[in-house]
């Protein structure tokens, strides 16, 4: 079921391993033109054409765009107490490490009168996108929601797919439990759409008469949250109109391990993942064949026997799924990086201080009690991560993925005197002479 890559013995140039590691093919440019004309009739049309595309991909037309308060204070109702239990834990857990994250402002003195001051001011409005595809992500509304509010973001909006599944009250609504998670979040502001027309629906804004008085969605300032290869692709179509937090793939994990680790529990790691998406990665990196081995007849007999085993075998049995084999954990860690994986396990002899060394990872789960599943849910850790090695170059969600810094130049007549040479030598070796202008115009004889 899972290939084998012999990279033992073999140059692990960037280049090298870039050619070597599996990746999905996910080709968001091709899904651009499918996209196009979708987010153009949102623009044109608003929310009729949100309506008629609601009816043609996911089988539903709901009464309004908008959940009505009844509806979110009914799923909260209705949520089972388990679950209502676990969303709180998560929430807290989540609240807590995001808080530490708030950036404070700070002033550098570069003169006795003169400063800049990088503040940090949230986006005024943003749309938080939740899937509703082959399963419901109540966490996903968590972990796009809490760095949202802990930014101090003024509005914002949740949008997911409606489900035709849903009867009663939910009828036409996306899926109680996201719905639930919303309430519990404080989030009244919530719609029934989903795909690229939602993404188009949040950057040009529209107007909802079967919504009442709150039937008008304001254009947001930046759109986050996963989703599919059409999601993704309207984020890159509109982006510019609207900022983006990134242009979600397949979800991945990576798990670096030696003869220490648990072949029981690396298999149910790389099946997790694999139970997302036919697409989803699932890579063990280790310097151990016997642990290679284990793991490749332990994934065997967990597949067949998980809830998921169709999607979980294609997604094992696909090019972006392998066991690696290097030669010891430094080789290990070359691969690690060169791959950067959304999620990383680290199960080897010293986990944290091999964990250390990671220099490309969306996050990274130490030793044998971190599986993966604990940051999707309660670990307090954001699971809205980069993917298809953007790791390399690109964080998760934050609470700075919602700020703004603004560099605020504070200079008196004395301190723009004291550097106005600088300002004309540069001005001139650029052939910019205004800009020397600019400055002369105040100091005067000063520069003369």
């Not at 789960?365 to 991560?385: I, T």
Request: hydrophobic content about 45%.
């Amino acid at each position: 079921m899972l290939a084998t890559i012999d990279l033992r013995s073999q140059p692990l140039g960037a280049r090298q391993l870039r050619a070597a590691l599996p990746r999905a093919e996910y080709d968001v440019e091709a899904a651009l033109s499918a996209v196009r004309p979708i987010c153009d009739d949102v623009h044109d049309r608003g929310a009729e054409a949100l309506y008629e595309y609601g009816e043609r991909f996911d089988g539903v037309r709901p009464s309004s765009l908008r959940v009505p308060a009844e509806v979110l204070t009914a799923a909260v109702d209705v949520l089972d107490a388990d679950v209502r239990a676990a969303l709180e834990v998560s929430i807290e857990r989540a609240r807590a490490v995001h808080a530490d994250q708030r950036r404070t402002d700070t002033t550098t003195r570069l003169h006795e009168s003169g400063t800049v001051t990088e503040r940090w001011v949230p986006v005024d409005r943003v749309g938080l996108y939740v899937p509703g595809g082959r399963a419901v992500y109540p966490s996903s509304v968590v972990m796009n929601v809490v760095p949202a509010q802990l930014a101090g973001v003024g509005s914002l909006a949740v949008a997911s797919p409606p489900q035709k599944e849903n009867v009663g009250v939910f009828a036409g609504y996306p899926h109680p439990t996201i719905l639930a998670a919303c309430a519990l979040l404080g989030v009244d502001e919530v719609w029934a759409m989903g795909g690229a027309q939602a993404i188009a629906g949040f950057a040009h804004g529209f107007v909802d008469d079967a919504s009442g008085d709150g039937g008008e969605c304001e254009p947001v300032s930046l759109v986050t949250g996963p989703g599919n290869i059409y999601v993704a692709a309207a984020k890159r179509l509109l982006k510019g109109l609207v900022g983006i937090d990134a242009e979600a793939g397949p979800t991945e994990i990576a798990v670096l391990a030696d003869a220490t680790a648990d072949p029981d529990h690396v298999a149910a790691d790389l099946i997790s993942q694999a139970e997302h998406d036919p697409l989803a990665g699932s890579v063990l990196i280790t310097d151990s064949t016997q642990l290679a081995d284990e793991v490749a007849r332990a994934v065997e007999r967990r597949a067949a026997a998980t809830k998921h085993s169709e999607r979980v075998v294609e997604a094992l049995s696909g090019r972006q799924s392998a066991i690696v084999l290097v030669d010891d954990l430094d080789a290990g860690l070359r691969v690690a990086d060169a791959y950067a994986a959304e999620h990383l396990e680290v199960i080897t002899e010293d986990a944290p201080a091999v964990a250390a060394r990671v220099r490309n990872a969306g996050a990274i789960f130490v030793g044998a009690h971190s599986p993966v599943s604990l940051g999707d849910y309660v670990a307090g850790s954001n699971h809205v991560l980069p993917t298809g090695g953007s790791a390399a170059h690109s964080s998760g969600l934050s609470v700075q993925s919602f700020l703004r810094g603004i560099h605020v130049v504070e200079y008196s007549a004395q301190a723009l005197a004291e550097v106005a040479p600088h300002v004309l030598a540069l001005s001139e070796a650029e052939d910019l002479p205004a800009h020397g202008e600019a400055v002369t115009a105040r100091t005067g004889e000063v520069v003369q």
